[in-house]
């Protein structure tokens, strides 16, 4: 069956780094587009970035664009995100998502989530 | 970017109850519109993707229409289970965006 597993997720100070993973199983991960979304405590979803199969093709949320990074490594089964110059409102847990299909723009599997405290 | 608008926000009712719960576009999206179901610490799943097409396994009671600005998923007859907070989603450009959240209670 498939499997989303995050990983990562902690404190950090506010303009300090955190490298998120997303454990993948269950399906042809290779081919699958991937993304990440997030949930601030109390608060609604919120798209953040999505990485074609190949990883040729990136988009990101206007809110992380230019400070995170997603990435995947196709031979490892496994997807990133990449946060830099972290604030206290990325405060969040954190769930990869896998797209119904490609180019599809949907998720119908999503891991656990893992949850990113910026504070100081 | 486009936003979604959901309402209401919140509503309360009972078992058996007929619910509908609308999300606004501020754009022409087509069908391009997504549901989800989320209940208190769990992920989010997928209902119903194309304004109106049910994901495998999810029952029946659970119906989504609408198109261009104006969509509505309905549950024909509200169970135990189906008491959480409901998402619209559009899949029609990046970036995606979400409405905000229906969330349903037991009256």
């Known amino acids: 069956q498939v499997q989303l597993v995050e990983s990562g997720g902690g404190v950090v100070q506010p303009g300090r780094s955190l490298r998120l993973s997303c454990a993948a199983s269950?399906?042809?991960?290779?081919?699958?587009?991937m993304h990440w979304v997030r949930q601030a405590p109390g608060k609604g979803l919120e798209w953040v970035a999505v990485?074609?199969?190949?990883?040729?093709?990136?988009y990101y949320a206007d809110s992380v664009e230019s400070r995170f990074t997603i990435s995947r490594d196709n031979s490892k089964n496994t997807l990133y995100l990449q946060m830099n110059s972290l604030r206290v409102e990325d405060t969040a847990v954190y769930y990869c998502?896998?797209?119904?299909?490609?180019?599809?723009?949907?998720?119908?599997?999503w891991g656990q989530g893992t949850l990113v405290t910026v504070s100081s | 970017d486009i936003q979604l608008t959901q309402s209401p926000s919140f509503l309360s009712a009972s078992v058996g109850d007929r619910v509908t719960i609308t999300c606004r576009a501020s754009q022409g999206i087509s069908s391009y519109l997504a549901w989800y179901q989320q209940k208190p610490g769990k992920a989010p799943q997928l209902l119903i993707y194309?304004?109106?097409t049910l994901q495998s396994g999810v029952p029946s009671r659970f119906t989504g229409s609408g198109s261009g600005t104006d969509f509505t998923l309905t549950i024909s007859s509200l169970q135990p289970e189906d008491f959480a907070t409901y998402y619209c989603q559009h899949l029609n450009n990046y970036p995606l965006t979400f409405g905000g959240g229906t969330k349903v209670e037991i009256k």
């Open positions: 998502a896998k797209d119904r299909c490609s180019g599809c723009r949907h998720f119908d599997y």
């Open positions: 990485i074609s199969y190949d990883g040729s093709e990136k």
């Open positions: 194309a304004a109106s």
């Open positions: 269950g399906f042809t991960f290779s081919s699958s587009v």
